[in-house]
């Protein structure tokens, strides 16, 4: 991934690369699985009270599941748009809706972070 030559390359959210923070996932033939591990000691307490585990699963669906496993540090959200949409379900203008919106969740969450901002030139 070379230098952003372009000034507006920086703002456009579709050439961001994203990168796995969640370290507790797995992946159960081609659907992935988030383990969430609560640390707030306020939640574990109230966990605790109503026999709760303090370690809460979530499922992701195709969608999710695919861009999850597309998601290696290289590959921009453009591009994994690109993969998640080949068999052409959607306009590519959709599945990037849809993939931006998924992601910027995820990055809410903490479960990702960006590696970077890809060049157009290197699309």
């Known amino acids: ?24 996932w797995e992946n159960n033939a081609g659907r992935v ?5 609560t640390k707030d000691p306020v939640k574990k307490f109230a966990g605790w ?3 709760k585990s303090p370690v809460t699963t979530l499922d992701l669906d195709e969608m999710g599941s695919k861009a999850w496993l597309l998601i290696d540090g290289e ?3 453009y591009e994994i748009s690109k993969e998640i949409n080949k068999d052409g379900k959607d306009t590519s203008e959709e599945a990037l809706r849809r993939l931006v919106t998924f992601v910027r969740y995820l990055a809410k969450k903490g479960w990702i972070t960006f590696k970077g901002v890809r060049s157009r030139e290197d699309l």
């Open 1 to 24: 991934m070379k230098e952003v030559s372009n000034a507006k390359d920086k703002y456009n959210f579709a050439l961001y690369v994203p990168v796995i923070k969640l370290q507790q």
């Open 33 to 37: 699985t988030l383990h969430l591990i």
């Open 49 to 51: 009270l109503v026999k």
């Open 75 to 77: 590959k921009s959200i």
